[in-house]
């Protein structure tokens, strides 16, 4: 792609694959499917080169091994700096059961963020997961461009939702079952323990910080990334 990507159907996607086949497995179809739905794809690449598909729609951020957070902070650059309105963000281990679920609008809104595994009778509030989200350009629409906080190791999303609320930036929830994230095979916990410690840690920090503004945008979950 060595055309700018105003006007083009965007994706852009994390990709770690660490040891987990399975990852690689649903990448490969991922990218089969954004392909033949017509979308260009920028990938944020933290895995060998030998594992890339090459061809015409897609370009890779070649990076070592980092967190989360710091990847999708540098998709959300590419993408702000560019001319495009709206793009889909994704991890490489969220499958789409559905493409029409896709096609959901953001309306009035700056962010859509797919509900996967909540009820939405639990919610009186939109959240934000960062599995698969839709966002429009905020630089392009004169909205403080916001992004992911990169010193916390888990439950970004908690996070980056709270800093979308206090900016004044709305968030649109689709419930859908149409999409569908392996939350079991994580490559960012060296182990359940290791997650439940971090997942804990982060949250005492996202309350601390938020609480600070006085403005909450939902539910402490311990449902995020």
């Known amino acids: 792609m060595k055309e700018g990507i105003a006007n083009k159907k965007m994706v852009f996607i994390c990709s770690y694959f660490k040891d987990k086949t399975i990852r690689k497995i649903y990448f490969n179809r991922n990218i089969a ?13 933290m ?25 999708r902070n540098k998709l959300l650059q590419i993408f702000y700096d560019s001319d495009c309105a709206e793009a889909i963000f994704s991890d490489d281990d969220t499958i ?29 509030k939109p959240i ?6 839709k966002i429009k350009n905020l630089r392009l629409n004169n909205k ?53 410690k971090k997942k804990e840690q982060s949250i005492k920090i996202i309350i601390k910080k938020w609480n600070n503004y006085g403005k909450h945008i939902s539910p402490i979950s311990n449902s995020g990334s």
Do not use: C, P
Request: glycine fraction near 6%; avoid cysteine.
């Open 128 to 133: 934000f997961l960062s599995g698969i989200f």
């Open 96 to 124: 789409i059961l559905n493409a029409k679920v896709l096609g959901k609008s953001i309306g009035a809104f700056d962010i859509l963020s797919y509900v996967i595994n909540l009820n939405n009778k639990i919610l009186d």
């Open 33 to 45: 499917l954004y392909t033949k739905l017509g979308y260009n794809i920028i990938v944020f690449w």
């Open 47 to 71: 895995n060998d080169e030998k594992d890339k598909i090459i061809q015409e729609n897609i370009q890779y951020i070649d990076s070592g091994i980092v967190n989360a957070s710091i990847a």
């Open 144 to 196: 403080k461009m916001i992004f992911f906080d990169e010193i916390l190791e888990s439950n970004q999303d908690v996070d980056f939702g709270y800093n979308a609320n206090h900016n004044g930036i709305m968030i649109k929830n689709v419930f859908t079952k149409d999409i569908f994230n392996d939350q079991q095979n994580s490559v960012m916990f060296s182990s359940q323990e290791d997650r439940k």
